[in-house]
């Protein structure tokens, strides 16, 4: 052990330790980062030491010792550096507060070029966590806080330029669960791609560092966030004769900036419920539909849609946007919608505005007879006289769509919104739009990737008679083999099989069997085939029966086990943090 203790002292002969800056730390190279090769051929060698570890830890204290006096007045250039700042990254938390201390004073004389480089940004907050553990532990926590609170005075100093960098922006972030007392997960703290070159394992889960945190942090943690949600003052001249430009018409620029928007994001995230009311209330209340409308802060939106809880912000966010579904359907910002349907099962008062708000959005509300229609304006995302052109629609009342569409194209989050919805506790008028479906519109939708998953999530709704899935299936009959040959189609079909009771297996399995051999030879219906067991079908019709039927059995058995949490609730949409109970859910259609 001393012999390698030796060799790290490093390759300036018998002398004791080695110097950095005599190793040419602060060659000019005219690249930002850039160090001599001995240089950086020493911390390689500190990483390997680490790697190999210490017998006793005396050694390990000796060592690091000697790494971090190298380290001194030198801490920004070396934190410049990609490999070195990784290396440094897994040496500072063996270090002693002392040293941590003095590597932190050492970061913090240039604080404006640690917090904008691409990597001593990232050994910035593994430095500031480490400091409020220090703290917690009463580790001479005094001089760690009034360097906290420096740095903090410098983001608040630049604050409009660090919201809007890559870099500082994760500074900024880390100094928020700091004064918080947090360590956040890192998938909020680090970008995607620094989580992946990471060699160490990542923090998973927030955890509580500081219990009580002093009224300093608190007021820090403030006044933070009050900086950061102010909105950089508008510089407009008018005329007199004009109105003044009031503030609900404009959109701070934190939650426009694809930068600082993620901030904003990670702050709902992590914000409790009294928290994120308030948020709401004060920063977002009356510019709901303008976030809607705006490419990147309709992300905003949809993450406070997501965290929403309580009754009374959900009746604020629905009274807000439903009178602008048409504005969000024209912004192309669906994903608003999609998730505003998701937040609608778990508040059943919302859901039949919801649908009626859509549908008029898509001009398929009124005349009645135009809800029929339902399936496919939802699908496809587009308006009734879109799809259903004709000459005299101006000066037509039934508004019974008899003209046939342009064409249905049915959009991923059409799909999804219709999925959605199925789950409503009145769903009549979307299981109505699937029974409306002609034939011919049942296999255009089948038949499109987005649009197959809709057979699936119809027919394995438990809430739906098994009358009205018969019927759909009757539908699609006499283009039931066509279906199956088709890519999406048969992935549907397969699904729906075996789901489907013995009297609808039978019924699919009667249609198929006249065109057997062709199914068998065809790429993607030779799937379907064998799933359904044809050959068996054909020739051993009573064994056939007797296995469909066990697997019926054994299908409904564990339904009753597991209470058939239906498929369309996690599937496509995913898990939602508080999974409601069955009184959300309607009686049979």
């Excluded at 019709?541 to 299908?555: E, F, L, Q, V």
């Excluded at 498929?567 to 009686?587: F, I, V």
Aim: proline fraction near 2%.
């Amino acid at each position: 052990m001393a012999a390698r203790m030796e060799e790290h002292k490093g390759d300036k002969g018998n002398d004791s330790s080695f110097n950095c800056e005599d190793a040419g730390l602060l060659h000019d190279s005219g690249r930002k980062g850039r160090v001599e090769h001995h240089v950086l051929g020493y911390y390689r060698r500190v990483h390997e030491a680490l790697q190999d570890g210490f017998q006793e830890t005396h050694e390990q204290e000796m060592f690091l010792e000697n790494v971090f006096k190298q380290t001194e007045e030198q801490e920004v250039k070396l934190c410049q550096n990609q490999t070195i700042s990784r290396i440094l990254e897994e040496i500072l938390p063996l270090g002693k507060s002392s040293q941590l201390l003095t590597f932190f004073k050492g970061l913090l004389s240039d604080s404006e070029t640690i917090m904008y480089d691409r990597f001593g940004a990232h050994v910035l907050q593994t430095t500031m966590t480490l400091s409020l553990e220090f703290a917690a532990k009463q580790d001479e926590a005094d001089a760690f806080n009034a360097l906290l609170l420096n740095l903090s005075q410098s983001v608040r100093d630049q604050l409009e330029s660090v919201v809007t960098d890559t870099y500082a922006s994760h500074v900024l972030r880390t100094l928020l669960q700091v004064f918080g007392g947090l360590q956040v997960a890192e998938k909020v703290t680090r970008s995607k791609l620094s989580r992946e070159q990471q060699q160490r394992d990542l923090i998973q889960e927030t955890r509580v560092i500081l219990e009580n945190r002093p009224e300093t942090y608190q007021n820090e943690f403030l006044l933070l966030q009050s900086e950061l949600m102010k909105s950089k003052q508008l510089e407009v001249t008018v005329k007199k004769s004009k109105k003044k430009i009031q503030w609900a018409l404009t959109l701070p620029d934190a939650v426009v900036n694809p930068i600082s928007s993620h901030l904003i994001e990670t702050i709902i995230d992590v914000a409790s419920d009294d928290i994120l009311k308030d948020l709401t209330e004060t920063c977002f209340n009356g510019l709901l539909l303008k976030l809607a409308k705006t490419p990147v802060a309709n992300f905003i939106l949809q993450r406070i849609i997501s965290k929403t809880v309580q009754s009374e912000s959900m009746d604020q966010i629905m009274t807000e946007l439903t009178k602008g579904f048409h504005k969000i359907l024209a912004a192309n910002n669906t994903g608003v919608l999609l998730q505003l349907a998701e937040t609608c099962f778990l508040f059943p008062a919302h859901q039949e505005t919801f649908v009626k708000s859509l549908l008029e959005a898509l001009k398929g509300f009124t005349p009645e007879e135009r809800q029929l229609k339902a399936i496919i304006l939802i699908g496809s995302l587009q308006s009734f006289e879109v799809l259903f052109p004709s000459e005299d629609d101006e000066n037509s009342n039934s508004g019974t769509g008899e003209v046939k569409p342009k064409g249905i194209e049915v959009k991923l989050h059409g799909s999804l919104l219709l999925q959605s919805l199925l789950k409503f506790q009145n769903k009549r008028i979307v299981v109505n739009g699937f029974m409306a479906l002609s034939t011919e519109e049942l296999k255009t939708i089948i038949c499109q990737p987005a649009g197959s998953y809709l057979l699936e999530h119809f027919m394995s709704n438990e809430r739906i008679k098994d009358k009205k899935k018969e019927q759909l299936i009757n539908t699609m009959k006499n283009d039931l083999f066509s279906i199956c040959c088709d890519k999406s189609g048969s992935r549907a079909m397969e699904s729906v099989f075996k789901m489907s009771s013995i009297k609808m297996k039978t019924i699919i399995a009667e249609v198929l069997a006249k065109k057997e051999t062709q199914l068998h030879s065809d790429r993607f219906g030779c799937f379907v085939h064998r799933t359904c067991q044809l050959s068996q079908f054909k020739h051993r019709r009573n064994a056939w029966t007797s296995i469909m039927t066990k697997d019926d059995k054994k299908r409904k058995l564990f339904a009753d086990l597991i209470g058939e949490a239906p498929k369309d609730t996690n599937r496509t949409l995913g898990n939602r943090k508080k999974q409601k109970n069955s009184s959300h859910h309607e009686g049979p259609s």
